[in-house]
């Protein structure tokens, strides 16, 4: 059973920066989709960003584009979700997410939380105007 484990969350001013990690372990990098979500207080969980290991561009949600970057440091299995221009609408419990692939490639499932088998306990993102 695949382990995610996140840190990097906390509380930052608006237009500030955070960068999220999350430790990977016991998973075989096998053509998977990996992905950030988050869940703000009153909505559902949504996808922000998500790769696929099998190589090709990064997805992004719209509300997130051009300021987060998602990455993946095969060398220490970690995955990473760095967060520039944050906004208060961007205040939310933060998860990373892993598929038991293989898979073809990730496309329109990449932000769909059924996708996904592994998921870790979250960390919060605070943002204040």
């Known amino acids: 059973q695949a382990q995610l484990v996140e840190s990097g969350g906390g509380s930052v001013q608006a237009g500030g920066s955070l960068r999220l990690s999350c430790g990977v372990s016991v998973y075989s990098y096998r053509n998977n989709c990996m992905g950030w979500f988050r869940r703000a207080p009153g909505k559902e969980r949504e996808g922000v960003a998500a790769?696929?290991?099998?190589?090709?561009?990064?997805d992004y949600a719209d509300s997130v584009k051009g300021r987060f970057t998602i990455s993946l440091d095969l060398a220490k299995s970690t995955l990473y979700l760095q967060m520039n221009s944050l906004k208060p609408e961007d205040s939310a419990m933060y998860y990373c997410?892993?598929?038991?692939?293989?898979?073809?490639?990730?496309?329109?499932?990449?932000?769909?939380?059924?996708?996904?088998?592994?998921w870790g306990q979250g960390t919060q993102v605070t943002v204040s105007s």
């Open positions: 790769l696929y290991t099998g190589g090709g561009p990064s």
């Open positions: 997410a892993a598929d038991a692939g293989p898979r073809a490639y990730c496309g329109g499932i990449r932000f769909l939380n059924a996708a996904y088998n592994y």
